[in-house]
């Protein structure tokens, strides 16, 4: 694949709509994830956050798959998509990677010594930099082997899926745009078979499988949302209320469709609220706040800090000062380059 190789412009005359609340609903659903993440790592109910991490991950593919594929569309080469797609990952990424090994050593049952030479740092530190963080999620003497940052397992797909756009695009550009449902159908049909299939055998490795597969059915929804753009404008509003339906039922049948209901209610959402479409004037915190928000939680816990609103309250503070630092300090710089 030549990097400088010019890209072809989609054959679709209208434009997406500049005036969207994208910005709104990455930052939303990036709270949902820490919402619910709070009450996983502590192991309580406070929040009781009705909204489950899943639903949430696949919104977030979703926006992923519709924006991504804008921006390639968008970019004069592939050599500029990539590093466009580099910028916005990685800084942030090895960022929270190595201060998380850092900052938990305070915390780790090992002496200083023993935790700086032992060999499951090393691990986690290949595992993670390289994105392969399901190989060794956990710091020695650390939070009892639980993993530091169980939100990083989605960055691998997501960086699987933008190597994957170009070799798609060449199929939706011209007269296919049929083929991103057919690929969304059968990757939602194929995660709730390897889904069901680990209930039935208790292996976790088709669920984890199971996951990833998802994820890409979300992605691919996205994508067939640009490309469906303007029939997606026409008849929205008729797809609004199966579309909640759906997405609050559960059930493997119903599994199958949830990609295209969430996918349904974030274009509805995104181009029927216009008072949120400044919302990204204060920064682009959704990306911040999803990579950095389980350590902060998993380090007021190694602190002994209490359960109860007040302290979760100081916690959603930290984690969005965080984030604002983040974006302003570091992401937006590497962007901005």
């Not at 595992?127 to 399901?134: H, K």
């Not at 390897?194 to 990833?212: C, P």
Request: with cysteine; hydrophobic share 50%; net charge positive.
């Amino acid at each position: 694949m030549n990097m400088g190789m010019e890209i072809r412009k989609p054959q679709i005359a209208k434009d997406i709509e500049t005036d969207n609340c994208f910005d709104f609903l990455r930052f939303f659903l990036a709270l949902s994830v820490f919402f619910a993440h709070y009450d996983v790592l502590h192991g309580s109910s406070l929040l009781n956050y009705p909204i489950p991490t899943p639903r949430a991950v696949g919104a977030f593919f979703v926006i992923s798959g519709l924006l991504i594929y804008r921006s390639y569309c968008r970019s004069n080469t592939l050599k500029r998509y990539f590093e466009k797609r580099a910028r916005r990952i990685f800084p942030a990424y090895l960022l929270i990677v190595l201060l998380s090994s850092i900052l938990f050593s305070a915390f780790s049952s090992l002496s200083v010594g023993e935790y700086y030479t032992s060999p499951e740092l090393c691990k986690y530190l290949l595992a993670n930099l390289s994105t392969m963080n399901f190989l060794h999620p956990d710091l020695p003497g650390v939070l009892d082997g639980e993993a530091v940052n169980p939100s990083l397992w989605t960055i691998k797909v997501e960086l699987l899926l933008y190597l994957a756009v170009p070799i798609l695009a060449s199929f939706f550009l011209e007269k296919h745009r049929w083929f991103s449902l057919v690929i969304a159908v059968l990757s939602s049909l194929t995660a709730v078979f390897f889904s069901r299939t680990a209930d039935v055998t208790g292996v976790a490795a088709y669920d984890l499988v199971g996951k990833w597969i998802s994820l890409v059915s979300y992605y691919m929804v996205g994508v067939s949302l640009f490309l469906y753009r303007e029939e997606m404008c026409r008849i929205k509003w008729y797809l609004l209320l199966p579309a909640l339906v759906l997405s609050a039922l559960n059930g493997y049948a119903v599994d199958c469709f949830r990609p295209f209901a969430i996918g349904a209610l974030v274009y509805f959402v995104a181009f029927t609220l216009p008072y949120l479409n400044k919302f990204g004037r204060i920064g682009d915190l959704s990306y911040g706040i999803y990579i950095f928000h389980a350590p902060i939680i998993n380090l007021t816990i190694c602190m002994g800090w209490e359960v109860n609103l007040r302290m979760f309250a100081i916690t959603l503070s930290l984690v969005l000062l965080v984030a604002f630092l983040s974006w302003h300090l570091l992401e937006k710089k590497m962007l901005s380059r």
